[in-house]
């Protein structure tokens, strides 16, 4: 069966964004384990510190939220970039309670080849609204975290068939979300790399990847 779709495969530019997050975080890393092996003779300079305060960030996000009409027949899924924006809480290094606004992407196809007699075509978006407790383990400049909570999401679908609509589907719920990830930071700057994932009724459940840039106050 062939189909089109839009932004099914990660664009150049993305996978560029990602290798020079993970190269950083390297480094960071790197450094990370020079200094804790000289933690007993020089203590940690005051900008590669963990920050605590509050917190906002915005990133690219690679979404993907598979099987969206519930079954794998018309093979359909959103694969797209989008954006998010977090705000966070970290009163102690090693815990913060952080709010994020994920734009999970849309995506529009033919389905059932898109020749008569049963041309069909699909589209679909979706979005997230998700509370989380993070815990960290800080590294001088790095910190390694994990994160759980909910998420209230919502997932907007319809079948268009050469009669006009076959159906429309406005769904939204709330379930259990998790992420992990790590961020470098120096002073009030940061930079994050985080996977997180959540189930949705009737697909294959939402999954994540993002690059945020984030600023404490």
Request: proline share 6%.
């Amino acid at each position: 069966m062939q189909h089109v779709e839009d932004g099914a495969s990660t664009p150049r530019g993305a996978t560029r964004w990602i290798a020079a997050a993970l190269c950083t975080l390297t480094v960071g890393a790197g450094a990370a384990v020079a200094n804790a092996q000289s933690a007993s003779t020089n203590p940690t300079p005051p900008q590669t510190q963990a920050d605590t305060g509050i917190y906002i960030g915005a990133g690219y996000v690679r979404a993907r939220v598979n099987n969206v009409f519930g079954t794998t027949d018309y093979n359909f899924r959103i694969d797209d970039n989008a954006w998010k924006a977090l705000v966070g809480f970290r009163p102690i290094p090693f815990f913060a309670a952080e709010a994020d606004y994920d734009d999970l992407g849309h995506q529009s196809q033919s389905l059932l080849g898109g020749m008569p007699p049963l041309p069909a075509y699909g589209h679909a978006d979706a979005r997230s609204f998700d509370l989380f407790g993070v815990g960290f383990l800080p590294l001088g400049p790095v910190d390694l975290f994990g994160k759980a909570g909910g998420a209230r999401w919502s997932l907007s679908d319809n079948l268009q068939g050469p009669g006009g609509t076959l159906f429309a589907l406005d769904r939204n719920g709330t379930s259990f979300a998790w992420g992990a990830g790590a961020q470098v930071h120096y002073g009030p700057a940061g930079l994050r790399l985080e996977y997180e994932h959540f189930e949705m009724p009737y697909t294959d459940g939402a999954r994540l990847l993002s690059v945020s840039v984030m600023f404490t106050f």
